[in-house]
C-alpha cells in the first residue's frame, strides 16, 4: 500500500511572548509576571491518503488554520513532526524539500490579502514556476493561459490587477497561483468563507472538477459543516487545539461520537425539523493562553465526570476507519 501524502505524528505548536524590558524589571521587585504561552495547536497526529479530502472543522480560534500552515510548510512545529511520504521534513535533503514545498500548496481565506496588488495578476500566476524553473521562459505566458482557463479566467484579463476583479475572481486567482507549481496537496483555508453563497457554489465545483482531473488532495479547513460534508471524504473535528474525532464523513454526520461533535451537528439547521429550537454548544471557548486541565472540553460538556476534568482522553480507535477522544467510549465499554 501507499504511504499517506502528508502525516502529521504529535504535531504541537506554541507562541511564546516574551518577557519585555519593563515586564522583567518587574520581575525583579516580585511582580511574579510569566511568559504567555499560546497553545495553538496541542499534539495532533493525522494522516491523509493521496487523492481524499479532508475536512478540519472547529469553532473560531480552535487551531485549524495554523495547523493549515503547518501541514504547508508556511510555520514550522514546535514538537512532533511532519512526513510527506512517510518522510520527515527535517531528514530531507535540499531538493527533496524543494520537492515537498512545491508539493504541497494553500489557498487562503482572504484571497486581496494574499495577493500582491501590486503584480498583475498573469505575472503572479506565473511567479512560481518562472522563478523555479518548471516552465521554460519561452512557454510561460501559454503556460500561464492554460492555468487560467482551466480555473474559469480569461486569459484575457491577465494584464489586470487584484483590485480589478470580484471576489470569486480573485479566489479563482488564487487558485491558479496555487495550481501552477504543480502540486498534489491543497490545504484550502476557509477558501469560500468570504464569497456569496452562489460563487461558494461555483468555486466547490471548481474544487470538485480539479480533483478529478489532476487527482489532488485537499485539506478543507472550514466551519460550515454543509460544504464539509458536500466535499470531504473524511472529517476531523478540531477542538482547542486537540483532534476530539475523525472518520468517514458519512459516518459521523449519521452518528457523531463525541460530545462536541454532536453539539456541532446539533446547531445545524435541518428542513426536516422547522419546528425546533437551535442553540449553539452552551459556553465559550475557553483561552488557549489558559486551557482546562484533563479535557479541554469538559466545562463544556453536559456529561462530563471526574476524570475528564484530571485526564485528556486519547485519541482512540472506536470502529473501523473512527477515532474520538472521550473517556466516555471507555466507560460504555
Same mark, same amino acid.
Given at each position: 500500500?501507499?504511504?499517506?501524502?502528508?502525516?502529521?505524528?504529535?504535531?504541537?505548536? #506554541?507562541?511564546?511572548?516574551? $518577557?519585555?524590558?519593563?515586564?522583567? =524589571?518587574?520581575? /525583579?521587585?516580585?511582580?511574579?509576571?510569566?511568559?504567555?504561552?499560546?497553545?495553538?495547536?496541542?499534539?495532533?497526529?493525522?494522516?491523509?491518503?493521496?487523492?481524499?479530502?479532508?475536512?478540519?472543522?472547529?469553532?473560531?480560534?480552535?487551531?485549524?488554520?495554523? =495547523?493549515?500552515?503547518?501541514?504547508?510548510?508556511?510555520?514550522?512545529?514546535?514538537?512532533?513532526?511532519? $512526513?510527506?511520504?512517510?518522510?520527515?521534513?527535517? /531528514?530531507?535533503?535540499?531538493?527533496?524539500?524543494?520537492?515537498?514545498?512545491?508539493?504541497?500548496?494553500?489557498?487562503?481565506?482572504?484571497?486581496?490579502?494574499?495577493?500582491?496588488?501590486?503584480?498583475?495578476?498573469?505575472?503572479?500566476?506565473?511567479?512560481?514556476?518562472?522563478?523555479? +524553473?518548471?516552465?521554460?521562459?519561452?512557454?510561460?505566458? +501559454?503556460?500561464?493561459?492554460?492555468?487560467? %482557463?482551466?480555473? +474559469?479566467?480569461?486569459?484575457?484579463?491577465? #494584464?489586470?490587477?487584484?483590485?480589478?476583479?470580484?471576489?470569486?475572481?480573485?479566489?479563482?486567482?488564487?487558485?491558479? #497561483?496555487?495550481?501552477?507549481?504543480?502540486?498534489?496537496?491543497?490545504?484550502?483555508?476557509?477558501?469560500? @468563507? @468570504?464569497?456569496?453563497?452562489?460563487?461558494?457554489?461555483?468555486?466547490?465545483?471548481?474544487?470538485?472538477?480539479?480533483?478529478?482531473?489532476?487527482? =489532488?488532495?485537499?485539506?478543507?479547513?472550514?466551519?460550515?459543516?454543509?460544504?464539509?460534508?458536500?466535499?470531504?471524504? %473524511?472529517?476531523?473535528?478540531?477542538?482547542?487545539?486537540?483532534?476530539?474525532?475523525?472518520?468517514?464523513?458519512?459516518?459521523?454526520?449519521?452518528?457523531?461520537?463525541?460530545?462536541?461533535?454532536? @453539539?456541532? =451537528?446539533?446547531?445545524?439547521?435541518?428542513?426536516?425539523?422547522?419546528?425546533?429550537?437551535?442553540?449553539?454548544?452552551?459556553?465559550?471557548?475557553?483561552?488557549?493562553?489558559?486551557?482546562?486541565? &484533563?479535557?479541554?472540553?469538559?466545562?463544556?460538556?453536559?456529561?462530563?465526570?471526574?476524570?475528564?476534568?484530571?485526564?485528556?482522553?486519547?485519541?482512540?480507535?472506536?470502529?473501523? &476507519?473512527?477515532?474520538?477522544?472521550?473517556?466516555?467510549?471507555?466507560?460504555?465499554?
Amino acid at each position: 500500500m501507499k504511504p499517506p501524502l502528508v502525516t502529521l505524528d504529535d504535531v504541537s505548536c #506554541r507562541f511564546v511572548r516574551r $518577557l519585555d524590558l519593563a515586564a522583567r =524589571l518587574g520581575n /525583579a521587585l516580585g511582580a511574579g509576571l510569566r511568559e504567555e504561552v499560546v497553545r495553538a495547536v496541542d499534539g495532533v497526529s493525522l494522516a491523509v491518503e493521496e487523492g481524499e479530502v479532508v475536512g478540519l472543522v472547529g469553532e473560531s480560534g480552535c487551531g485549524k488554520s495554523t =495547523l493549515g500552515r503547518i501541514v504547508a510548510g508556511i510555520l514550522p512545529p514546535t514538537g512532533g513532526s511532519v $512526513l510527506y511520504r512517510n518522510k520527515p521534513r527535517t /531528514a530531507m535533503s535540499r531538493a527533496e524539500r524543494k520537492a515537498a514545498a512545491l508539493a504541497v500548496q494553500m489557498i487562503f481565506q482572504d484571497p486581496f490579502a494574499s495577493l500582491n496588488p501590486r503584480l498583475r495578476v498573469g505575472a503572479a500566476i506565473g511567479e512560481g514556476p518562472r522563478v523555479h +524553473g518548471l516552465v521554460p521562459a519561452r512557454e510561460l505566458a +501559454g503556460y500561464v493561459d492554460d492555468i487560467m %482557463r482551466r480555473v +474559469g479566467l480569461d486569459p484575457a484579463l491577465k #494584464r489586470r490587477y487584484p483590485h480589478q476583479f470580484s471576489g470569486g475572481q480573485r479566489q479563482r486567482i488564487g487558485i491558479a #497561483r496555487a495550481l501552477a507549481v504543480k502540486p498534489e496537496f491543497l490545504v484550502c483555508d476557509e477558501a469560500v @468563507a @468570504a464569497l456569496d453563497v452562489s460563487i461558494q457554489a461555483q468555486i466547490i465545483n471548481l474544487f470538485m472538477k480539479l480533483r478529478a482531473e489532476s487527482n =489532488l488532495t485537499y485539506l478543507f479547513i472550514s466551519h460550515d459543516l454543509g460544504v464539509v460534508r458536500h466535499l470531504s471524504d %473524511r472529517v476531523a473535528i478540531m477542538y482547542l487545539g486537540r483532534i476530539v474525532e475523525e472518520g468517514p464523513s458519512d459516518a459521523i454526520f449519521a452518528k457523531p461520537n463525541h460530545p462536541y461533535t454532536q @453539539a456541532l =451537528l446539533a446547531g445545524v439547521p435541518r428542513l426536516d425539523a422547522r419546528k425546533r429550537s437551535f442553540e449553539p454548544v452552551k459556553g465559550e471557548i475557553p483561552s488557549p493562553l489558559d486551557p482546562p486541565k &484533563g479535557c479541554h472540553f469538559h466545562p463544556r460538556c453536559p456529561h462530563a465526570m471526574e476524570r475528564c476534568r484530571a485526564e485528556p482522553p486519547a485519541l482512540k480507535a472506536i470502529a473501523p &476507519g473512527r477515532k474520538a477522544a472521550c473517556h466516555l467510549n471507555e466507560a460504555a465499554a
